[in-house]
């Protein structure tokens, strides 16, 4: 009788783990939708550009997944090199 009950109790954890298992794996997802600034043209980047306060954009052009150029920025001029990720770094 006794193993019964064990080996019940063992089948009701193995469902329990398993389900948990299960519903971790519907939850965590790889986002794929994101494609990167790599796969934007030129008119793209600069409306990105032109988004954050960056103005008269020039020079523009791709260095490996970066896009790379200059422009106007707070009434100043800024060299500008936005990764992969979309972060806009300046110089």
Request: aromatic residues 6%; glycine residues 10%; negative net charge.
């Amino acid at each position: 009788m006794r193993d019964r009950i064990f080996a019940g109790a063992a089948v009701a954890l193995s469902c329990t783990v398993a389900l948990s298992l299960a519903a971790c794996a519907t939850h965590e997802r790889t986002r794929t939708d994101y494609v990167g600034t790599g796969s934007l043209d030129e008119s793209q980047v600069t409306q990105l550009l032109n988004n954050d306060g960056y103005h008269d954009v020039t020079n523009l052009h791709k260095n490996g997944q970066d896009w790379v150029g200059s422009a106007t920025r707070n009434g100043g001029p800024v060299n500008f090199d936005i990764d992969p990720t979309g972060t806009i770094h300046t110089q």
